[in-house]
């Protein structure tokens, strides 16, 4: 069931007390901290929660293929689809935490979080365009 706005405002307001549990202008990049990270901690739960509703979505998908012209469902059907409700409704409740977290976030660093975009290239990548740099450094205009 949806939160109504008093109440995603009572848990951004508990949130923001148990962070500023550390108190002191010398604790204020440890607060900033501590609202990053339950950021990522609640996009990467959200992400978590998709992929599983996916993984059901497509089990869901067998099944009713498998049971193709049939007029009632499995309990093996009946039981996914229980399940992928339910995960629906905790998605529902991770995606409003993640909204109290954004709200945390922007209070103690004074912006919006966004996640930071993994890296491309990779370690053997990396190592190659050390080498062609170092390579170039030393080259003289005769070369």
Known sequence: MPRTNT????????KIAVIDFH????????????????????KNGIDWKVQQMSEKKAELSILRSENAGSEVTSKKMSSTFDIYNRMNDELKELEERHQADLKVHNHFVGEAWTPNKKSK?????QK????IDKLLAGLSPRN
């Not at 108190?23 to 609640?42: M, N, P, V």
Request: contains cysteine.
């Open 7 to 14: 109440e995603l405002k009572n848990l951004v307001d508990a």
């Open 121 to 125: 290239v990779t370690k053997s990548q």
């Open 23 to 42: 108190e002191g202008d010398s604790l204020a990049y440890l607060r900033q901290q501590i609202a990053r990270d339950a950021c990522y901690t609640s």
């Open 128 to 131: 190659e365009l050390e080498e």
